[in-house]
């Protein structure tokens, strides 16, 4: 737990009858990171590379149309709401299949090849209706614009004595367009306008000889005039209009029939198809995975990382894979290891907060066990009310059996939040908070358990809050002071954390005596004077000048930890005026008290939003800025294990 886990180079060699099987385990293990053999030094000579499968670009194109056709599909799928999907999502039902190679999956697509051809299809011809009604609309709407006009749609275009033009300008003033188009129109031309009412664009028909074009053409362009030449050109408007809506609603009782056959397909192969679709797309990381491999006559070689924990199970898996016919050869790690955590299942969520403040270099402390405990307890008293956190616990358990059933970040976040309701409802009990005062105001009652009260006694814990803030320093440089003793730089480890151990006591001494909260004798005061100026000397001799400013720095630091005092007062205070106000509604008229429960609660919910969300970031934040920068080592490399990712598939006689 206190430093990442303990990783093993690893080097498989298996024959190559058997490569398939053992590397397809492997897969499925997911517990080797794979390296190039090709970088490995001293197996250059003896290897070559390996062959890429000729069945790659097969895979590659059964796997697009796989998911196009299923995208058609879904696409018709009722959608579910946002807001839902995070609490109630639908889960996926899975297909079981057995551990089968590219051969034996690409023959069932084979199979299912009249189905995605005939959803391709239809999909196709979807799309074309689609852009078919769009264009028709648009028809449908300059036809519209020319009903007044009573002209027959033959006359638009151009003949040898004649060219009429027909078209619309965005909606503005009728007489600036009028006055526009008397002014610049040409003589041998004729023109006619019909505004449009209620933002509708203006209809403009123009009527020219062949010699004026140029000029008329002219005199529109500043309008942005938009020329409409129609696909009819036989009848009225009027009739072209009544074609379009024939058309339509062809269109759309063809659409509908294709959509039919969408809900037929999703209901009688999609979860084939979905579960296809995953195969190949682990197939295809299998494949790409060859590329990091290398053969010789009779074996592939290949190489990468695996946890020390692992490295049996891993070559159990070869063994059973090979059936004998392969080797493991496991050394030790060097400076190029990735880093993967060693967590217990408590503090695994916990493990994403760190990665994102950096992964830990290999072989140096993982804060995360200090993070946990640290995060959750000071949240517990920014937090401090056990409304407000009972209802931060229930809305993480919804999310927890929602969006947070599958492993990842939004499942790890979930129970962080779970952990730091419970501790805002443990604090809210000592510090006398429930949604504010609300019970001593509206019930006459008090919350059981109450230690004590921020908002009446803030210097209780303002020094709380410090005594925290100098334990959790001094914890940081200890994990500093340890890691420079483990290493053997005894001088480091005395010039920048020793001093500290020497100047902390020293201050404490000298101030209390100061304001005359310490008596001690003469002889304690000297040696108290003599501290500080031995540990401000080492300061300055390991930084020069800018060792006062480390000294600045850490009181800066020391002083970050009243935050924790100023959210719990923020929440308290903020809890109590709403209280306030919303009874002062009530107090009004009898009729108002729904109107002041309504405002309470919107009220509470936005200040359990803000202080959740403030006091979060701010327990975080005395995590990575003051605590983390006494010893955290980062530059590691994320172990990332060669694994399947499966969502609608499950292997029967995988790796166990």
């Given at each position: 737990m206190l430093r990442p886990?303990?990783?093993?180079?690893?080097?498989?060699?298996?024959?190559?009858?058997?490569?398939?099987?053992?590397?397809?385990?492997?897969?499925?293990?997911?517990?080797?990171?794979?390296?190039?053999?090709?970088?490995?030094?001293?197996?250059?000579?003896l290897i070559g590379p390996h062959t890429q499968s000729a069945r790659t670009p097969a895979i590659a194109e059964a796997r697009v149309r796989l998911e196009r056709c299923i995208e058609a599909v879904e696409f018709v799928l009722p959608k579910q709401n946002a807001v839902a999907g995070i609490f109630f999502p639908a889960t996926p039902s899975k297909v079981t299949v057995g551990l089968r190679g590219a051969d034996e999956v690409l023959e069932d697509v084979e199979r299912l090849h009249g189905t995605i051809d005939t959803v391709l299809a239809l999909k196709k011809r979807e799309t074309a209706i689609a852009e078919r009604l769009d264009r028709i609309a648009e028809e449908e709407e300059m036809l519209g614009l020319l009903l007044p006009f009573g002209i027959d749609l033959a006359w638009i275009g151009s003949s040898p004595l004649l060219q009429v033009r027909a078209g619309a300008v965005p909606a503005g003033e009728c007489e600036d367009i009028e006055a526009h188009l008397t002014e610049f129109m040409p003589d041998l031309s004729a023109w006619f306008c019909l505004c449009g009412i209620g933002g509708?664009?203006?209809?403009?028909?123009?009527?020219?000889h062949p010699?004026?074009?140029?000029?008329?053409?002219?005199?529109?362009?500043?309008?942005?005039?938009?020329?409409?030449?129609?696909?009819?050109?036989?009848?009225?408007?009027?009739?072209?209009?009544?074609?379009?809506?024939?058309?339509?609603?062809?269109?759309?009782?063809?659409?509908?029939?294709?959509?039919?056959?969408?809900?037929?397909?999703?209901?009688?192969?999609?979860?084939?198809?979905?579960?296809?679709?995953?195969?190949?797309?682990?197939?295809?990381?299998?494949?790409?995975?060859?590329?990091?491999?290398?053969?010789?006559?009779?074996?592939?070689?290949?190489?990468?990382?695996?946890?020390?924990?692992?490295?049996?199970?891993?070559?159990?898996?070869?063994?059973?894979?090979?059936?004998?016919?392969?080797?493991?050869?496991?050394?030790?790690?060097?400076?190029?290891?990735?880093?993967?955590?060693?967590?217990?299942?408590?503090?695994?969520?916990?493990?994403?907060?760190?990665?994102?403040?950096?992964?830990?270099?290999?072989?140096?402390?993982?804060?995360?066990?200090?993070?946990?405990?640290?995060?959750?307890?000071?949240?517990?008293?920014?937090?401090g009310d056990a409304g407000y956190g009972v209802i931060l616990t229930l809305f993480a358990a919804l999310i927890l059996r929602g969006a947070g059933r599958t492993p990842g970040t939004v499942r790890d976040l979930a129970l962080v939040l779970v952990a730091c309701g419970v501790s805002g409802t443990v604090f809210g009990l000592l510090m006398n908070g429930f949604f504010g005062d609300l019970l001593p105001r509206f019930f006459g009652m008090q919350v059981p358990f109450a230690v004590i009260e921020p908002l009446k006694d803030p210097i209780s814990i303002l020094i709380f809050a410090l005594g925290i803030g100098i334990a959790h320093l001094n914890l940081g440089l200890l994990i500093a002071a340890y890691e420079h003793l483990r290493t053997g730089n005894l001088r480091e480890m005395i010039l920048s954390e020793g001093v500290w151990f020497v100047i902390q006591p020293c201050a404490a001494v000298l101030i209390m005596t100061f304001f005359g909260w310490l008596d001690v004798t003469p002889t304690v005061t000297s040696l108290a004077w003599a501290g500080a100026a031995v540990g401000i000397a080492g300061l300055m001799i390991h930084e020069g000048p800018l060792g006062f400013f480390s000294l600045t720095g850490f009181l800066g630091d020391w002083l970050s930890y009243v935050r924790i005092l100023a959210l719990a007062l923020a929440t308290g205070g903020i809890a109590m005026m709403i209280n306030i106000l919303a009874g002062m509604i009530?107090?009004?008229?009898?009729?108002?008290?729904?109107?002041?429960?309504?405002?309470?609660?919107?009220?509470?919910?936005?200040?359990?939003?803000?202080?959740?969300?403030?006091?979060?970031?701010?327990?975080?934040?005395?995590?990575?800025?003051e605590f983390f920068g006494k010893f955290f080592r980062s530059g590691g490399r994320p172990f990332r294990p060669f694994a399947a990712r499966r969502t609608f598939t499950e292997v029967s006689g995988g790796d166990e």
């Open positions: 886990a303990r990783m093993r180079k690893l080097t498989v060699g298996v024959h190559r009858s058997r490569y398939e099987s053992c590397i397809a385990l492997l897969q499925e293990a997911g517990a080797v990171e794979l390296d190039a053999v090709d970088d490995v030094e001293g197996l250059q000579a509708r664009p203006t209809a403009i028909l123009t009527a020219a010699a004026a074009a140029e000029a008329v053409d002219a005199a529109l362009r500043p309008l942005a005039f938009r020329e409409f030449v129609p696909e009819t050109t036989e009848g009225t408007a009027e009739e072209g209009i009544a074609r379009i809506s024939d058309e339509r609603r062809a269109l759309l009782a063809e659409r509908e029939e294709i959509v039919a056959h969408f809900m037929d397909a999703a209901a009688t192969h999609l979860p084939a198809l979905r579960a296809l679709a995953e195969e190949l797309a682990v197939l295809r990381e299998r494949e790409e995975a060859a590329r990091l491999m290398g053969n010789t006559n009779e074996m592939t070689v290949l190489h990468g990382w695996v946890r020390e924990d692992d490295a049996e199970r891993v070559a159990s898996v070869c063994e059973r894979a090979a059936g004998g016919l392969a080797f493991c050869i496991f050394e030790p790690p060097d400076n190029t290891a990735p880093v993967a955590f060693d967590h217990p299942r408590w503090l695994a969520p916990f493990g994403f907060l760190t990665s994102t403040f950096g992964t830990p270099a290999y072989g140096s402390v993982d804060p995360t066990i200090f993070l946990a405990p640290v995060l959750v307890f000071t949240f517990g008293i920014m937090l009530a107090a009004v008229h009898p009729a108002l008290v729904v109107l002041a429960v309504l405002f309470a609660v919107v009220g509470h919910v936005g200040n359990l939003a803000i202080q959740s969300l403030g006091g979060f970031i701010h327990a975080l934040r005395l995590q990575y800025v």
